[in-house]
Each structure stands twice: as structure tokens, then as C-alpha cells.
């Protein structure tokens, strides 16, 4: 069946917090939102017609997932992903945020000191810093509009005395898909001083043409045994208010830790609704999702075009995965925090401020462009007239 990614459907007064949420988030309510990582896609048919036969059952009791559940995530990463996981290694959370949160507590002591790659996902430095540790930064490298890690970097690092790593792979927001030879050398390192690895991969499904995702722990043995894979169906199926995200944690010790930890929130099975989802999206959603990357790269294509075209002072990194696009603005000339209120105030567009990602983010905003290409192009046009009356004195308001 041929999905219609073009058709526009209203998430207003969903509770949405991308399109309900504007006055609060952005301090203004007729913003065009092009920011929170969700996609304004419906989800793949299978999904929708699974969730309403189960809803028709009328009982939402206590649930966990069955042996089936289980099997279709087996299955989808080793269709998807080439990686044979084996069913003891699956580990329940409601989302991958709580599970950094509930694997720095586990896996490492306050004071204890944990690496990152800088610009990326504002929620690693939180999670890190809610629990007493030290964040160690070793920011990306950008050259000729490619982001590479800086090796010489990470092995002095790891070498003061960093305990783990959290590795976004896919980069989010960046778009990088690393490559086999990096994420090899970066695991010798991560070997070399015992370095234990969470390996963020929410995005890993959502991968462009000419690129392939490796799954960090499935380099090696030794890899393994000392890395946590976190993976879910939200991003790539559009699933994320369903809550249901699942750990593959190979290493026994590391496993029953973050069980423990869990256990003591009272967190311990997916909802119903969850398990429903993710084994529908698993087993019959590739269809959809093969069409929804030939559309999101059209979309790329459509923006890079544009900014050629219309808006030459505006860069965007090229991504090689991801619904994310990393615009650089840098050119023209304005402080981090007044970029970001001249994008909400003169624009009246709402993208993700780059500076809060962290070094390197700054002059830069994060777009979404899981949208129809109707809406993106009516973000474009509104940065466009935005920056075409820079000429005007008029200041910037803010209305927090």
C-alpha cells in the first residue's frame, strides 16, 4: 500500500506536546513547531488496525510481554541489523531516558566520571548530572561539513580516568551514522581502559541510502560484554507516547543491576497498548518504514535545495541518519540566545536551540523534518522573510 506522507492531520487539542504546548515551551502560541523528536506521520496501518482490535477487547489489565513479543524483536535485529541477541538479553524500560538514568545509577558511583560527544542530545548531560557524576566532554569534530570524533581526545579522556561512555549512534543531532572503522577504533579504546559503553540507538532504523547502522555491541564479544544497547520502535514508527523501549544488555552483571535499580522505582512491565504496538510495527511496518525514508529523504533534498537556492546564509549538515537536521546559522552573526528568539519572535518558527546541545552547538538550531513537506516548506519560507528583514532596526521581543 502507497502511504500518503503528504496528508496533514491535526494533532491539536491531543494533548501533542510538539503542536499544544507552544505558549509554554516557546512563550508565544502561533509558532509553526518544527522541533520535539516525533514525526507528524501516522503510523503504519498494521499498527493503528492492532491497537483498535486490542482496544475493542475492553480489558486493560496488568500486561508483559509474551514469548512472541520477545521473538519480533529478536527477529527485527537480525533481519534489520545483521545481530544474533538471544532472549535473556532483552531488559524492559518506559522510555530510553529513564534507562540512562537507571544505568549511571547502577553501573557507576557520584563523582564518578562519564564521557559524552559534544554537540549532542541535551538529556545525556542531565542524566549525568542528576546523579552526582562528572561530565567529561569530548566535542565533535566539524570539517568540510562532516562531524568526526576526535580520537586523540577520547584516549586521553578515558585515560584521566572516565568510567562510561554514552555514545549516540546514530548522532543525534548531527545526523552521523558512524562507520564500522570508527566505532572499531573507538572500541579499542573502550577496551583498552575498561570502559563500559551505553550505546543510545533509538534512531538506528532510521537510516539514509548508502549508509548501514552497526549496533555497537555486535562488533565483538568483548564489546559485548561491556556495552548497553538501547533501542525502541518510537522513533522509527512514530510510537513514542506509547512508551515502550527495550535495553539489550548481553552482560549478566550489568543486567541484573539496572533490573535492581528499576525495581526500586516500581517501574516493571510495558503497558498493554506498548507490547500491542511494537509487535505489530516489527512485523509488518517495513513497508511503511521504506517509503517514510524514501520521503524523509526527499524532504532532505527539498531543504538543501532551498537553501541553496533562497537561503545561502544558512548551512545544514547533511544527514546520514535521523528525522533531524542540524541548520547552521552562524553566518549570520547573532548571539546563540538572541538566534533562537529571533527564529520564535521574527520567524515564528519553534526548531530546537543548538546551544543547548552542548559545545559546539552554538549558532546552530536542531529542525524536525518528520512533517509533510507542506509544513516544512512553510517553515522555510518563514525563516526566509525572517532573515530578508534583517535590515529592520526593529528589536527582537521576547514574551517569557
Request: charged share 20%; proline share 5%; net charge negative.
Amino acid at each position: 500500500m502507497k502511504c500518503d506522507f503528504d496528508q496533514l492531520t491535526d494533532r491539536q487539542q491531543t494533548g501533542c506536546i510538539k503542536w499544544d504546548f507552544n505558549q509554554r515551551t516557546f512563550g508565544r502560541a502561533d509558532i509553526l513547531p518544527l522541533w520535539v523528536a516525533d514525526m507528524d506521520f501516522k503510523a503504519p496501518e498494521a499498527v493503528v488496525e492492532a491497537l483498535v482490535k486490542r482496544a475493542q477487547h475492553g480489558i486493560y489489565g496488568y500486561s508483559s510481554g509474551t514469548e512472541s513479543y520477545y521473538q519480533v524483536i529478536i527477529d527485527w535485529m537480525q533481519k534489520r541489523h545483521g545481530w544474533a541477541i538471544q532472549r535473556e538479553w532483552i531488559a524492559f524500560s518506559p522510555g530510553i531516558v529513564p534507562a540512562l538514568n537507571e544505568l549511571i545509577r547502577s553501573l557507576t558511583k557520584p563523582g564518578e566520571q562519564i564521557l559524552i560527544q559534544s554537540p549532542v542530545y541535551p538529556p545525556f548531560f542531565h542524566a549525568i548530572q542528576n546523579h552526582g557524576r562528572e561530565v567529561v566532554n569530548s566535542q565533535l569534530t566539524l570539517e568540510n561539513g562532516r562531524y568526526t570524533m576526535d580520537f586523540a581526545d577520547l584516549e586521553e579522556k578515558f585515560a584521566s580516568g572516565v568510567k562510561m561512555m554514552i555514545l549516540c549512534n546514530p548522532h543525534n543531532p548531527v545526523g552521523r551514522v558512524w562507520d564500522r572503522g570508527e566505532l572499531e577504533r573507538l572500541g579499542q579504546l573502550c577496551l583498552a581502559h575498561d570502559i563500559i559503553v551505553i550505546s543510545d540507538e533509538i534512531h538506528g532504523d532510521l537510516i539514509y541510502e548508502g549508509y548501514q547502522h552497526l549496533p555497537f555491541a555486535s562488533l565483538s564479544p568483548e564489546l559485548a560484554a561491556q556495552s548497553i544497547v538501547c533501542t525502541a520502535p518510537s522513533k522509527t514508527f512514530n510510537l513514542a507516547g506509547l512508551q515502550n523501549s527495550n535495553l539489550i544488555i548481553p552482560n549478566a552483571k550489568y543486567r541484573q543491576a539496572f533490573q535492581a535499580s528499576l525495581n526500586l522505582t516500581g517501574v516493571h512491565n510495558p503497558n498493554v497498548f506498548g507490547i500491542t504496538a511494537l509487535e505489530a510495527a516489527y512485523q509488518y511496518g517495513l513497508d511503511w518504514l521504506d517509503q517514510l525514508m524514501k520521503y524523509l529523504k526527499g524532504n532532505v533534498e527539498f531543504l538543501m535545495s532551498f537553501l541553496d537556492q533562497e537561503l545561502p546564509q544558512i548551512r545544514a549538515i547533511q544527514p546520514e541518519g535521523t528525522y533531524l537536521i542540524w541548520l547552521d546559522f552562524r553566518a549570520l552573526g547573532m548571539e546563540p540566545k538572541e538566534l533562537h528568539k529571533f527564529l520564535v519572535h521574527k520567524a515564528g518558527v519553534g526548531l530546537n536551540a543548538g546551544y543547548s546541545f552542548g559545545l559546539g552547538g552554538e549558532g546552530f538550531e536542531r529542525l524536525n523534518l518528520g512533517c509533510p513537506r507542506s509544513v516544512l516548506e512553510d517553515g522555510l519560507q518563514r525563516i526566509k522573510t525572517a532573515v530578508m528583514g534583517l535590515g529592520d532596526a526593529s528589536p527582537i521581543h521576547s514574551h517569557d
